[in-house]
């Protein structure tokens, strides 16, 4: 059984970078042919995917996101890791890390193991 937690600060200041960890148990983020991904949910709204970093290290971006997001890992503590840089309250929501097959065409959808999801607030 796969499990994936989130942490990290809940408050974040408007202009700071948000970061995040997703630390995955009962499997290993480089086997192939998974895919492991950021998706958020603000208030009100639906799920938005951010972000994925695949089983080989690959790297992809929402293009409405990019410029502000980067994703990495550390294989060595089985854990991948979001930072989202100048934030605004709009960057307010629920993150969730999830893990689905690298070849699926919608990174929400076709996610089968979900992290609980953190709430990230961003005020000052």
């Known amino acids: 059984q796969v499990q994936l937690q989130e942490s990290g600060p809940g408050l974040v200041k408007p202009s700071q970078t948000l970061s995040l960890t997703c630390t995955v148990s009962?499997?290993?983020?480089?086997?192939?042919?998974?895919?492991w991904s950021w998706i958020r949910q603000p208030p009100g709204k639906g799920l938005e995917w951010m972000g994925v970093?695949?089983?080989?290290?690959?790297?992809y971006y929402s293009p409405s996101l990019k410029s502000r997001t980067s994703i990495s890992r550390d294989t060595s503590k089985n854990q991948f890791s979001l930072q989202l840089s100048s934030v605004t309250p709009e960057d307010t929501a629920v993150y969730y890390c999830?893990?689905?097959?690298?070849?699926?065409?919608?990174?929400?959808?076709?996610?089968?193991?979900w992290g609980q999801g953190t709430q990230v607030t961003v005020s000052s």
């Open positions: 009962g499997g290993s983020i480089t086997t192939s042919y998974y895919a």
């Open positions: 999830a893990r689905g097959p690298a070849s699926s065409g919608d990174y929400v959808a076709g996610a089968d193991y």
């Open positions: 970093i695949v089983y080989d290290g690959s790297t």
